[in-house]
């Protein structure tokens, strides 16, 4: 199946958008710009205006056509991390009980590193037990940006 990909400008670095003909597919961060096609899949460009309306703190849930790759396990964790409302975090643990698995915290966290599409699939809003940033795979400095912009534009003051 086809893949195809741009790049577009965020306040958290250049981001690469890999979608197939109808589903995005992954965010990668920390990409060069290189040249593209003059056209894509008309989900890259919803995906770059949601982004943007994302970005300036008009947009607070995304609605895109998503197909990552993952497990089924993967796949369930994602599908919860994307119950997490836009302002708010949850710990690992929470999300392993959502789950009905509070025994697998470790591996939702893992399951949580491999998220192909952050920010979309708010990975950053999982935080640890006690309430400290724990990993991120953009960087604990992207994921702290993230929650802090989500913070200013819904008015919680106490994500974290």
Same mark, same amino acid.
């Given at each position: 199946? &086809?893949?195809? %990909? ?32 003059? !056209? ?5 460009? /919803?995906?770059?205006? /949601? ?18 790759? +993952? ?11 994307? !119950?997490?409302?836009? $302002? ?9 009980? &959502?789950?009905? %698995? !509070? %025994?697998?915290?470790? &591996?939702? $966290?893992?399951?949580?590193?491999? =998220? ?11 935080? $640890?037990?006690? +309430?400290?940033?724990?990993?991120? &795979? $953009? +960087?604990? !400095? ?8 989500? /913070?200013? =534009?819904?008015? =919680?003051?106490?994500?974290?």
């Amino acid at each position: 199946m &086809a893949t195809w %990909s741009k790049t577009v400008d965020s306040p958290i670095g250049t981001l690469k958008l890999t979608s197939d003909e109808h589903h995005l597919k992954s965010i990668s961060f920390d990409v060069e710009i290189s040249g593209e096609p003059a !056209e894509f899949p008309e989900v890259l460009d /919803q995906a770059q205006k /949601q982004l943007e309306e994302y970005f300036s703190g008009t947009r607070l849930q995304f609605d895109l056509p998503l197909d990552p790759d +993952g497990t089924a396990f993967q796949q369930k964790v994602w599908k919860q991390l994307s !119950e997490v409302p836009y $302002g708010r975090t949850m710990s690992y643990i929470e999300i392993a009980r &959502a789950l009905n %698995s !509070e %025994s697998s915290s470790r &591996a939702v $966290g893992m399951a949580n590193g491999r =998220n192909p599409i952050p920010v979309i699939i708010p990975c950053h809003r999982i935080i $640890g037990h006690n +309430g400290k940033l724990t990993g991120y &795979a $953009g +960087g604990l !400095e992207r994921k702290k940006w993230l929650l802090l912009h989500e /913070q200013h =534009n819904s008015g =919680n003051n106490h994500l974290f």
